[in-house]
Every structure is written in structure tokens, then in C-alpha cells.
């Protein structure tokens, strides 16, 4: 089974080579390295330039945001399952790629997710917050439950039966595609309950104010278009806000 990882890239130049790093680090071979760049400013180009001969793709041209870079990611892999990896992540091990395949290996399974670390972004040995998951199932989908999508890995043709993201939304089209794909009927998911990826803080979705209102009402129109969630949709996004809150409360490693 050959696994595409699809990283979008944006004057990221201080820690795109770490990310880099980590997907030469992966154990398990059959896999690819898509990076769509968005005509950064920065040294980023000059750091992906350097390590080409590890790359599949490499584009760098202008988009119209992260969503259409990613849209353009999936549409040039070749893989037979698709997950992402943002130029700020990393992951947890070595194995990761290798425990995904392994869960892929049944031909029911339609997607695989794990765990979560947010980390400090000058130190991703300093943990702020952990995201633990949960199997799926359809009520929690209707309560405002999501996989971790940084963990998030999919056969490749769900995201060709769903168009792949939306990019109307600037920070909930990865909610939306996982609303659209969960609550299908023949959609398996498998959870692997250990910490899959490192993220740095700073995402687009809590970088200010503006962004935390935006997403939240991104959101609640995502809910509402899948037609998923309590009472309109605003049941699942008052507990999808809410299940955040433990997540500072667990043990920093």
C-alpha cells in the first residue's frame, strides 16, 4: 500500500527542514512526498530545493489558501491512501506510517486517525496541549467529536467522491470534509490510540480573536450543510468547544 503525504508550504523556512526530516525518519517506504508551495518569499523554496531528490512533487506557484494548496496536494498523489502533513509538524516516531498501513490492511477500513500533541513551537519536546481521541461513532459525530485531522488518513478515493475540500472556508473546509465523509454510511474509521503527529502552536484557527469567531461560525455552517448535530448544529459546536478544555489538563511530556 503506498501512503501520499500531502504538505502545503508558506514562508515556513524555520521549520519546514524539521518536517522534512521527519518524513525521511518514517520506517515504512511505500510512500510519497507531495509539497505544493505557495510561492513563498522566504528561504522555504531554497530549503525544499535541497532536499528535492526525497520530494515526489514539488510545485510552487501562487493559490488561493491553504485548502486549494492541499486540493492541488491530492490531486497530483499517487498513493492509495492521502494524509497531511502541515511544514510545521512532525511525527511522534519512526513507525507511525508503518502502524497506519498495517490498520489499512483490512480493505473495509476507510480512514485511520490517532492522537494529538500540540507543542510549543520553539521546543516540540514541551507538550501544552494533548488531544486524545476516541473510536467513531455516528453520536459522537452528532455532538461535535472530530478526529484529530493532522492524524487524519483516508483512501484516496473519498476525497475523490467528495470533491476534496471546500475552499469557500478559510479554516473549517478539513471540518467539513470529515463531516461529509464520517457520517456516510459505508465510511469505517480505525483509531490507533497513541500520539501520531507533533504540532506547533499558532494554527490558523487560533492565531486571534477574529479567527476564533470565524472558525466557530465556519463551523456551525458546515454542521448545518452536512446536516449533522443537534439541535441545528449548535449542540455539536457548544460541545466541540467545550471538549477542548481537558485537553490542558493532561500530563505534559
Known sequence: MKISLVTATWNCAGTVADCLASVAGQSYANREHVLIDGASRDDT????????????????????????ALNKGIARASGDVVGFLHADDVFAGPDVLARVAAAFADPTVSAVYGDLQYVRKDDVSQVVRHWTSSPFSRRRLEWGWMPPHPTLYVRREWYERIGGFDARYRIAADYFSILRMFSQPDFKAVYLPEVL??????????????????????DLDALRRARVGAFGGLGALVWKNLSKVGQFRGKRR
Not at 531554497?46 to 486549494?68: C, W
Open 45 to 68: 523554496l531554497r530549503v525544499l530545493q535541497a532536499h528535492r531528490e526525497q520530494l515526489a512533487v514539488l510545485v510552487s506557484e501562487t493559490d488561493r489558501g491553504i485548502y486549494d
Open 197 to 218: 503527529v507533533k504540532m506547533r502552536l499558532g494554527g490558523a484557527s487560533n492565531r486571534s480573536l477574529n479567527n476564533i469567531v470565524r472558525k466557530s461560525r465556519e
